[in-house]
Protein backbone atom coordinates (compact mmCIF):
# COMPACT_ATOMS: atom_id res chain seq x y z
CA UNK A 1 0.00 0.00 0.00
CA UNK A 2 0.90 3.66 -0.81
CA UNK A 3 -0.27 6.61 0.72
CA UNK A 4 -0.46 10.07 -1.40
CA UNK A 5 -0.91 13.35 0.24
CA UNK A 6 -1.66 16.82 -2.13
CA UNK A 7 -1.22 19.73 -0.88
CA UNK A 8 -0.72 23.46 -2.28
CA UNK A 9 -4.11 24.22 -3.92
CA UNK A 10 -6.14 27.38 -3.68
CA UNK A 11 -7.81 30.15 -5.30
CA UNK A 12 -5.46 32.26 -7.82
CA UNK A 13 -6.24 34.76 -10.15
CA UNK A 14 -5.64 33.73 -14.02
CA UNK A 15 -2.11 34.48 -15.09
CA UNK A 16 -1.10 33.33 -11.68
CA UNK A 17 1.33 30.69 -10.23
CA UNK A 18 0.55 27.46 -7.81
CA UNK A 19 2.84 24.88 -6.60
CA UNK A 20 1.26 21.43 -6.21
CA UNK A 21 3.39 18.63 -3.80
CA UNK A 22 2.52 15.45 -3.18
CA UNK A 23 4.03 13.66 -0.52
CA UNK A 24 4.22 9.74 -0.58
CA UNK A 25 4.67 7.00 1.84
CA UNK A 26 4.33 3.17 2.04
CA UNK A 27 6.75 1.50 -0.45
CA UNK A 28 10.13 2.79 -2.20
CA UNK A 29 8.89 5.95 -3.48
CA UNK A 30 11.75 5.51 -6.36
CA UNK A 31 10.06 2.35 -7.93
CA UNK A 32 7.31 4.02 -8.97
CA UNK A 33 5.96 6.45 -11.59
CA UNK A 34 4.50 9.68 -10.24
CA UNK A 35 1.32 11.16 -12.58
CA UNK A 36 -0.87 14.12 -11.98
CA UNK A 37 -4.68 14.16 -13.31
CA UNK A 38 -7.07 16.57 -12.80
CA UNK A 39 -10.94 16.24 -13.06
CA UNK A 40 -13.62 19.38 -13.05
CA UNK A 41 -17.28 18.90 -11.97
CA UNK A 42 -19.43 16.75 -14.56
CA UNK A 43 -16.07 15.84 -16.19
CA UNK A 44 -13.64 12.73 -16.97
CA UNK A 45 -10.36 12.61 -15.00
CA UNK A 46 -8.09 13.74 -16.88
CA UNK A 47 -4.08 13.52 -17.47
CA UNK A 48 -2.16 16.16 -16.57
CA UNK A 49 1.66 15.23 -16.11
CA UNK A 50 4.14 12.24 -15.11
CA UNK A 51 7.28 11.61 -14.29
CA UNK A 52 9.28 8.29 -14.46
CA UNK A 53 10.71 6.77 -11.66
CA UNK A 54 14.47 8.33 -12.03
CA UNK A 55 14.85 12.21 -13.18
CA UNK A 56 13.23 11.63 -16.58
CA UNK A 57 11.79 11.15 -19.00
CA UNK A 58 8.64 14.06 -18.19
CA UNK A 59 5.57 13.50 -20.22
CA UNK A 60 2.50 16.62 -20.50
CA UNK A 61 -0.85 17.06 -21.50
CA UNK A 62 -1.26 19.48 -24.65
CA UNK A 63 -3.37 21.57 -22.57
CA UNK A 64 -0.28 22.50 -20.02
CA UNK A 65 2.84 22.46 -22.06
CA UNK A 66 5.42 24.92 -21.58
CA UNK A 67 3.03 25.75 -18.37
CA UNK A 68 3.39 23.57 -15.71
CA UNK A 69 6.29 21.18 -15.19
CA UNK A 70 6.82 18.22 -12.79
CA UNK A 71 9.79 17.42 -10.77
CA UNK A 72 10.15 14.65 -7.97
CA UNK A 73 12.68 14.67 -5.17
CA UNK A 74 13.12 10.65 -4.14
CA UNK A 75 15.09 11.62 -1.69
CA UNK A 76 12.37 13.05 0.06
CA UNK A 77 9.25 10.86 -1.32
CA UNK A 78 7.33 13.65 -2.73
CA UNK A 79 6.73 15.13 -6.44
CA UNK A 80 5.43 18.60 -7.58
CA UNK A 81 3.45 20.26 -9.94
CA UNK A 82 4.40 23.75 -10.83
CA UNK A 83 1.88 25.49 -12.97
CA UNK A 84 2.21 29.03 -14.08
CA UNK A 85 0.30 31.07 -16.43
CA UNK A 86 -2.77 29.66 -14.99
CA UNK A 87 -5.86 30.13 -16.92
CA UNK A 88 -9.48 29.73 -15.57
CA UNK A 89 -10.16 26.33 -17.54
CA UNK A 90 -7.71 24.54 -15.13
CA UNK A 91 -9.94 24.75 -12.51
CA UNK A 92 -10.43 21.33 -11.01
CA UNK A 93 -9.17 19.33 -8.46
CA UNK A 94 -5.98 17.87 -9.00
CA UNK A 95 -4.82 14.52 -8.01
CA UNK A 96 -1.80 12.50 -7.18
CA UNK A 97 -0.98 8.97 -8.64
CA UNK A 98 1.73 6.34 -8.49
CA UNK A 99 2.02 2.93 -10.62
CA UNK A 100 4.83 0.80 -11.11
CA UNK A 101 3.93 0.55 -15.02
CA UNK A 102 6.37 1.41 -17.67
CA UNK A 103 3.33 1.89 -20.05
CA UNK A 104 0.21 4.14 -20.56
CA UNK A 105 1.43 6.89 -18.21
CA UNK A 106 -1.91 9.52 -19.25
CA UNK A 107 -4.52 6.60 -18.61
CA UNK A 108 -5.52 6.68 -14.82
CA UNK A 109 -6.27 2.98 -15.09
CA UNK A 110 -2.73 2.62 -15.06
CA UNK A 111 -2.57 3.67 -11.70
CA UNK A 112 -2.72 1.92 -8.34
CA UNK A 113 -2.99 4.61 -6.06
CA UNK A 114 -4.24 8.13 -5.26
CA UNK A 115 -4.37 10.80 -3.12
CA UNK A 116 -7.34 12.69 -1.98
CA UNK A 117 -7.05 15.81 -4.47
CA UNK A 118 -6.44 19.27 -3.71
CA UNK A 119 -8.77 21.99 -5.17
CA UNK A 120 -7.56 24.33 -7.79
CA UNK A 121 -9.41 27.51 -8.59
CA UNK A 122 -8.85 29.90 -10.72
CA UNK A 123 -10.62 33.33 -11.32
CA UNK A 124 -10.88 35.09 -14.56
Known amino acids: QVQLVESGGGLVQAGGSLRLSCAAS????????MGWFRQAPGKEREFVAAIRSSDGPTYYADSVKGRFTISRDNAENTVSLQMNSLKPEDTAVYYCAATTGSRGYSQPVRYDYWGQGTQVTVSS
Open 26 to 33: GRTFSSYV
